[in-house]
């Protein structure tokens, strides 16, 4: 059974600050693996979506790396602010679902 | 303005009393999922749908039923609400499941059972 892991589960950082989010999964049996931001009382925003061919994806300050074999992903996020204060969640694509990591709660204080 | 479309946003209710919540997305997707989130346990998989008429559980279907009769809608029905259903409820859809197209979610329904 698959089992996705957020490490670490918070993060509280200043302003300016490159970050690393982690994200572990169990099995490399997947289509994809997806990125996604939860503001607080909101849905999800899908970030970022690499394939299970890709290693990376990036999106302005955002670049997300997949290693299926030691199945690991990294959210990279350059130059933190404010406004990216949020929960991320990733989430691996199977056959016909995604199943999600439990979120890392980012904090970036001015 | 592409989106997935949930109402309500809030709902509190009594046990036992059916209710349905219900979703609606505008993209032409094919795939469609409800999902619940409960703080230390993350986002569950209620039911799915590929398609019309085509609709399977997902990892926590127990006291839910959906129905998937037109493409844009997929209502999640609560028959006999209990306490243990409190919880975020999200619909989310896709053109399509293991196609790498990322998940549209909606904000959200809160639902309280008393």
């Known amino acids: 059974k698959q089992e996705v892991t957020q490490i670490p589960a918070a993060l509280s950082v200043p302003e300016g600050e490159n970050l690393v989010l982690n994200c572990s999964f169990t099995?490399?049996?997947?289509?994809?693996l997806q990125w996604f931001r939860q503001d607080p009382g909101k849905g999800l925003t899908s970030l970022l979506l690499?394939?299970?061919?890709?290693r990376e994806q990036t999106s302005g300050r955002l670049n997300a790396s997949l290693d299926k074999s030691s199945g690991r992903s990294t959210l990279y996020i350059a130059a933190s602010q404010p406004g990216d204060s949020a929960t991320y969640l990733c989430?691996?694509?199977?056959?016909?679902?995604?199943?999600f990591g439990t979120g890392t709660r980012l904090q970036v204080f001015p | 303005e592409a989106q997935v479309t949930q109402n309500p946003r809030y709902l509190i209710t009594v046990t036992g009393k059916k209710l349905t919540v219900t979703c609606s997305q505008n993209?032409?997707?094919?795939?469609m999922s409800w999902y619940r989130q409960d703080p230390g346990l993350g986002l569950r998989q209620i039911y799915y749908?590929?398609?019309?008429?085509?609709?399977d559980k997902g990892d926590v279907p127990e006291g839910y039923k959906v129905s998937r009769k037109e493409k844009r809608n997929f209502p999640l029905i609560l028959e006999s609400p209990s306490p243990n259903q409190t919880s975020l409820y999200f619909c989310?859809?896709?053109?399509?499941?293991?196609?790498?197209?990322?998940?549209?979610f909606g904000n959200g329904t809160r639902l309280t059972v008393t």
């Open positions: 993209m032409n997707h094919e795939y």
């Open positions: 989430a691996v694509g199977q056959t016909d679902k995604l199943i």
């Open positions: 099995d490399s049996a997947i289509y994809n």
């Open positions: 749908s590929m398609n019309v008429e085509v609709t």
């Open positions: 989310a859809s896709s053109l399509r499941t293991g196609s790498n197209s990322p998940l549209h």
């Open positions: 690499i394939q299970s061919s890709q």
